[in-house]
């Protein structure tokens, strides 16, 4: 540790671990974009929120620059550390620290991983009801940091609904303790809710008190197979009118090719172009309707097969056809884009879409898959073998403007839900105003004055 | 209009309704406080937004401050214009502008009446599940600066979760559109969050996309007598446990006096020292339900006697002895705090609360009344008639800065839902650090540089 700033760093806080190996500078400065070299000064693994304090005040004094760092599993670059920042790791502060069962909050620190958060829920009976599937690895804080989305909000909504209050240590050390799990709370702007999807440029979210519910309803899931897009938003309609409706999940067939070949089990003998996963509410009562809506959609020509779960084993296997893209895409090192646009305006955004990118993308299988429901779209282009992944990149970021300029026409996001870190700022302006991003770029000023929370990510300072 | 300032706003926009004459400034100038003297300018009712920007501009050059104003029906002088501000009233513009029945949401224009936005979502089907007595005469504009919560929070949170969009006019005449509907939008600073509960220091709310939701289902009102306050939080436990709760709203025995006095109709031949209104979902699977959890009431000891509606006209009579409560006090010119604190902190918090106004206040009348399901205590204590009402207003703000430290203590928040406006304004460093204060102050300064926007509320700039 020859660097004079980690000896002075070290001096002032003597039980902090810090590393600087190479193995860890590597891991802990990259998350799964792996489109950058990761650079870091060193990890730092604070314990306790004194000592998250002490590193930003030391990070003033010495003017480095600090990445805030949870699970790694974000999709934008938001916890990649290039560029000899402090990377601040939250993962020794990953447990629960209160309960309540008259508010129905659970308090966790910010490392706590998703997975365990549902864990720590069930133990009193309930649930935290954000999931997807890097659960087992994401932290709630980097979540927060996001406003992570998934599987779930068609019911639940962002995580932002289920933040009753959060703990930041903002850019000038200071430890904001904001919503305090307050039900009603009228007095002055939402700290919370401006650190919720900052992506670590405000500060570092050190703890949060979670809003938990009752457990969902015994359920079913279903898989239907569709013609077309058109079928898509009509059988998106009819089951969201008939039934209660956990989620809605939708891929396409070159999406299903990739999750059987990394080993999921075919569900239908013949191939159809769009498949749909939904899971619902499922008692004795919702069996006829759902049945009921199953032949409609059937009768109408809108769904050409399908599968209703009868047993916990086979939703899981349903589920984990939709759940097991991601994974299965991996190794192609998709170029990913995930955007939304208002429901109503899914259909001619689609529209426009598979025009654009049947045009734009001939050479390239291209996987699309996302939560309809919700308006969210992932459009996955995965990289041909042969081809050098900076010119892979080069193409897909030329299409990448196309597309921001057709979601600029729909109203639309450039990110629904992976946040804008480095892979989407350079189109961050087709989702937001430059009046709005002059805004952002002063209120991250007043909470960062010294411009070290994550530089260079979601916008330039 | 010999102000030369005003000369140069008609000159500006001569299609601008202005008005000046002494009861227009009156009526404009103060809201349901009147505790203030209105001197506004003048008040300028503008019909587009375009219009609203340049007042904003015009306001800049001339120097004037800006009061936005909706149905100036809150409580803590939010909409008070004492210091020669121009008031800028939207009530000329309160029509509905959209309707999606794909995205459910409703599109309004902010000086449209809360009761106008349910009518308006009915028609479509569906309801906006905000509401509160004051739904005739308020704003949906001022209920997004204050972020309104109401009689239905407990099932459907406060006005923040149903705004999926609006439009802010900033203090720098920047038409700013955030949110835009989305589902989800992971694109940095959520502004449209910083922009509800501003209280019109941030610019001028001109526009909002709400989401609606289903109708809720049947319903039963029950009013319940209970003994002590030890058993209003156990009777809430219970019911919340076993029914699907729609409302639960507490007030005392003062409170039914007057608004029995007032014209509402006894309920109990006994009287008792508190009540319970609460409704709940009541179909054939609940109506078992319901009475069991009533009798596991009684038999407790809880609940002394009880009413379930039978008819529509019975529940609005029960639910008149909750919602006429701040009509029938009115007269008296009530001295309001509007308290929360987590629900769990809510016995420790009543019983010094009532320990300390028992003390401090014997000489006073004191109607206790609120949404204990969200922690929100609502405390009137009304005027005698011979006590001149400044000496009263002084004897009452005394006590405030006791109960403002007992808020501390509970980690509580000294507006749940009236906003902070003029007159909790001493009191904000009870609820918010001064960290948080020094940041609000920073985020004003980036969207309104000149501090024109409702200057003096909220806190000092």
């Not at 000896?7 to 792996?34: F, K, N, V």
């Not at 991983?113 to 932290?139: I, M, Q, T, W």
């Not at 349903?318 to 190794?331: F, H, P, Q």
Request: net charge negative.
């Amino acid at each position: 540790m020859t660097d004079p700033r980690l000896a002075a760093l070290s001096q002032t806080l003597p039980e902090l671990r810090l590393l600087t190996d190479a193995a860890d500078l590597e891991h802990y400065g990259r998350d799964w974009t792996r489109r950058w070299t990761p650079a870091p000064l060193a990890i730092a693994l604070p314990a306790t929120v004194e000592q998250v304090q002490a590193i930003v005040r030391w990070a003033r004094e010495a003017g480095v620059a600090i990445v805030p760092s949870g699970g790694r599993t974000g999709l934008s670059g938001g916890a990649v550390a290039a560029n000899g920042e402090l990377v601040v790791s939250l993962e020794r502060m990953n447990k629960a620290i209160g309960f309540d069962p008259v508010d129905r909050t659970l308090t966790v620190q910010a490392g706590m991983a998703l997975e365990a958060v549902h864990n720590a829920a069930k133990e009193h009976g309930l649930v935290y009801p954000v999931d997807f599937a890097a659960r087992g690895s994401c932290s709630i804080g980097g979540n927060i940091a996001t406003n992570a989305g998934g599987i779930r909000v068609i019911r639940y909504g962002n995580t932002r609904e289920w933040v009753a209050g959060l703990k930041l240590v903002d850019g000038r050390g200071e430890l904001l303790d904001v919503g305090r799990g307050l039900v009603k709370n009228s007095s002055g702007y939402d700290l919370r809710h401006l650190a919720v999807a900052s992506e670590g440029t405000l500060g570092i979210i050190v703890e949060a008190t979670l809003r938990l519910t009752d457990p969902p309803p015994p359920t079913s899931v279903m898989l239907l197979a569709l013609a077309d897009f058109d079928a898509l938003m009509r059988v998106f309609a009819e089951l969201r009118a008939k039934l209660r409706l956990e989620a809605f999940e939708f891929f396409t067939d070159r999406a299903l090719y990739h999750v059987l070949a990394h080993g999921a089990q075919k569900p239908f003998d013949e191939a159809h172009p769009y498949y749909v996963v939904t899971e619902f509410a499922a008692g004795e009562a919702e069996e006829g309707a759902a049945l009921a809506a199953f032949e409609h959609c059937v009768g109408e020509g809108w769904v050409l097969d399908g599968v209703i779960s009868q047993s916990e084993a086979q939703a899981a296997q349903l589920w984990r056809l939709r759940e097991g893209i991601t994974e299965s895409l991996a190794k192609y090192v998709p170029y990913k884009n995930d955007v939304s646009v208002r429901i109503s305006a899914m259909p001619a955004f689609l529209a426009e879409t598979r025009a654009l990118l049947g045009q734009e993308y001939p050479q390239f299988d291209v996987v699309w898959f996302g939560h309809i429901g919700d308006g969210n779209l992932h459009i996955n282009v995965l990289k041909p073998d042969d081809m050098a992944q900076v010119d892979f990149v080069n193409d897909c970021e030329r299409v990448t403007k196309l597309l921001a300029q057709a979601l600029q026409r729909h109203d639309g996001s450039i990110s629904a839900e992976h946040g804008i870190g480095l892979v989407k700022k350079p189109y961050l302006s087709s989702t937001r105003s430059e009046a709005e991003i002059a805004l952002m770029r002063g209120i991250r000023r007043v909470l960062d004055p010294d411009g070290l929370m994550n530089p260079g990510k979601l916008f330039d300072a």
